[in-house]
């Protein structure tokens, strides 16, 4: 049997495709036949590499008699959240509103007009631990929905009444001010973890976008708490079993606080944002930690996600298959010391099991240990022998669509990775990804320009872009263009930061998940708080700003003004939350600052005044780059050569310094914080 799901370019959709739940994809289609048939909807969310989604489908959806019970009660509709964040924020708030938690499986029951009446996540087959059976909940909510239909109706317009009623602006605070910012230092303090570092207690997730706030609160402020909080952070992480020792790259979060072991799925906007931090903390400090670690992390980007068509796909799973023909977690990646002795030997094996943490006892499950690196340095020789080793072992799967934020966030980091370590094929990779999404994701036919959210195998999935795709794809771009010096990855995010102005932003400056003209929902979605990545809000406040110091619009800064007064307001109460809102509002305060580097290209002063621009850590400082006369930045223009060579000029509010042709006397006026 195959369902409706056949046709569809998801992964996680496809791999429900077979299953005898007779799934109908998101849609009006789905809706009219609920009224048709007078049943309530069952809406399932999920996406390929979560775990509880692949535990719930086996123990449910692949069930015979639980999918006809389905079939002969509602309509059943599956989702990837990852494919339709929209759909996914609306319900997962009301979840989160009912229940006080949230995650994934999400389980939504709803009339035929999308109004949610009854939630959950994961459920069992059969009752445990507190939480009724999922047949329990069918034969429940079908019983209710049949006898006591008019109590449904008015839970289901309660509901979705105080759903509509939220409603958030962001102009009324003002810009956050440095007091506003030091307030959430010391609340970050507050929730510091000295033991085991990082923030919070488990499960523990990497705080990459608090760590941008952290490097450029010290770099304006030169507050060495701030620093240190960083430093450690990536340290711990970086010994951690959240980080592959062998392989490179960051799982998903770590099930304790000590960064042990890790939830093995592995994702594209972790790894892309962690190798950016640990690139920026190689910038302000010379760690070689972190040197290692960005680089090893980009090398995993290429090597693991990279598509044929140049793009990086989504996640890998966190479970694989295991030698006895089973399925588990973590299976690809755990070790135990006798297997460290069937690759290694005696000697070396039991040197590898001392120096990655692996016991007798074990770390994880069954005896098998989590490679950790408690101390001192990782060997090379024993992590090849034991990657190659590894490779032979069944491989997680992949979900190989191509997210057009994610890969706005990978296309910056590999950039600034690649510039910084004098690695161009990092920028080619980078390059190639922008220029898929410009291709392939980005649409000039209806007037503006309109994103597609997702591809794959080069074709353009269906949904629209939301907040964060127009966002980071402008980040990327922003980002890409410092490093390479052409001015078409500036013009391509302004045409996206326009989109933003235009169909994303209220009248008072505050900002939607989705455009104007975007499908409606019970409720438009709407969040400026940073969950895994940054929320399309605070990322839109970052690309605002970057761009209007690039070109000196007085709108664009304006519109990232406003959207900060969102950042004020958080900042005291969540700093935790608004990490990357946080580092937004560093660069405002300290500028950002403009640097123009002008010069014949292959000139060696250029690049060197070039590379040194790239190298300050003053906060959200913009870059151009290029000859006297090519025009292709504002930053450039009316810029001429200082005694027929190369110059640099640094302009901050308004104000430019003299132009200098010394590469340490630029590092100094990019490092002064006066």
């Known amino acids: 049997m195959v369902n409706r799901l056949a046709d569809s370019q998801s992964p996680y959709l496809l791999q429900h495709a077979s299953n005898p739940v007779d799934w109908w994809p998101w ?9 048709r048939r007078d049943v309530p909807v069952f809406l399932s969310v999920g ?10 489908a086996h123990e449910s959806f692949e069930d015979d008699g639980t999918a006809a019970y389905l079939n002969e009660h509602f309509v059943c509709v599956k989702v990837d959240r990852e494919e339709r964040p929209d759909v996914d924020a609306v319900y997962m708030e009301a979840v989160q509103a009912a229940t006080g938690q949230g995650g994934w499986p999400m389980s939504v029951f709803m009339t035929a007009d999308g109004e949610p009446f009854y939630f959950g996540t994961y459920f069992p087959p059969e ?11 069918l034969e429940g909510v079908a019983a209710a929905w049949s006898g006591r239909r008019e109590e449904v109706g008015e839970v289901a317009a309660r509901i979705t009444r105080d759903l509509g009623e939220r409603r958030l602006v962001a102009s009324g605070a003002g810009v956050p001010e440095a007091d506003d910012l030091a307030g959430a230092l010391l609340g970050l303090t507050r929730d510091f973890d000295e033991a085991h570092k990082g923030f919070g207690g488990a499960p523990k997730f990497p705080p990459s976008m608090v760590l941008e706030f952290l490097l450029r609160h010290h770099a304006r402020t030169g507050s060495e708490g701030a620093l240190q909080m960083a430093a450690e952070t990536c340290e711990a992480m970086a010994r951690g079993g959240i980080y592959d020792q062998l392989g490179g790259g960051f799982a998903r979060y770590s099930v304790d606080r000590e960064w042990t072991v890790p939830h093995f799925e592995k994702m594209l906007y972790d790894n892309a944002l962690l190798c950016r931090v640990y690139a920026h903390l190689w910038r302000a400090t010379g760690s070689a930690l972190a040197r290692r670690v960005a680089l090893e992390t980009a090398d995993f980007l290429v090597r693991e996600l990279r598509t044929a068509e140049g793009g990086f796909a989504s996640a890998l799973d966190a479970d694989s298959d295991t030698p006895d023909g089973g399925h588990a977690e973590g299976a690809f990646y755990v070790w135990t010391p006798a297997a460290l002795r069937e690759v290694l030997g005696e000697e070396d094996g039991a040197r590898a099991a001392e120096l990655y943490g692996v016991t007798e006892e074990g770390t994880f499950e069954e005896g098998a240990s989590v490679l950790r690196l408690p101390g001192g340095e990782p060997d090379a020789e024993l992590s090849a022998r034991l990657l190659a080793a590894r490779g032979e072992r069944p491989r997680p799967g992949r979900d190989d669509k191509v997210v057009a934020a994610w890969n706005g966030l990978a296309i910056a980091a590999l950039a600034e990775t690649g510039a910084f370590f004098d690695r161009p094929d990092l920028v080619e990779r980078a390059t190639e990804a922008a220029d898929l999404l410009v291709r392939v994701h980005m649409d000039f036919s209806s007037g503006g320009v309109r994103l597609h959210r997702t591809s794959r195998d080069g074709r353009a999935g269906s949904g629209a872009g939301v907040l964060e795709d127009y966002a980071d794809v402008a980040e990327g771009f922003l980002a890409l263009a410092a490093v390479q010096g052409e001015g078409t990855w500036l013009e391509f995010a302004g045409f996206l930061l326009d989109m933003v102005m235009d169909r994303f932003t209220g009248e008072e400056g505050e900002l939607y998940d989705t455009a104007h ?22 990322a839109a406040a970052g690309a605002l700003l970057g761009y209007a110091a690039h070109t000196g619009s007085a709108a664009h800064r304006t519109a990232a003004e406003r959207a900060l007064g969102v950042v004020k307001a958080l900042a005291p109460r969540a700093p935790r939350f608004v990490g990357w809102g946080l580092a937004v509002a ?6 950002p600052r403009e640097v123009a580097v002008v010069g014949v290209e292959g000139d060696p002063l250029r690049a060197e005044l070039h590379r040194t621009a790239l190298l300050s850590t ?17 930053l450039l223009r009316e810029r001429p050569l200082v005694g027929s060579g190369p110059a640099a000029y640094v302009c901050r509010g308004f104000v430019c310094e003299t132009p200098t042709t010394a590469a340490p006397e630029l590092a100094q006026k990019l490092t002064n914080r006066s």
Request: glycine share 10%; charged share 25%.
């Open 127 to 137: 009752p445990r631990h507190g939480m009724p059976s999922f047949r329990q909940v």
């Open 618 to 634: 003053a906060p959200g400082a913009v870059v151009a780059v290029g000859g006297p006369d090519d025009g292709e930045f504002p």
């Open 47 to 56: 996406y390929s590499s979560c775990h509880w989604c692949h535990v719930m």
């Open 517 to 538: 003209d975007a499908e409606e929902l019970i409720r438009r979605p709407q969040d400026p708080t940073d969950n895994a990545a940054p929320s399309g809000w605070t």
């Open 27 to 35: 849609g009006e289609e789905a809706m009219q036949e609920a009224k």
């Open 586 to 591: 560093e660069a405002l305060l300290d500028g």
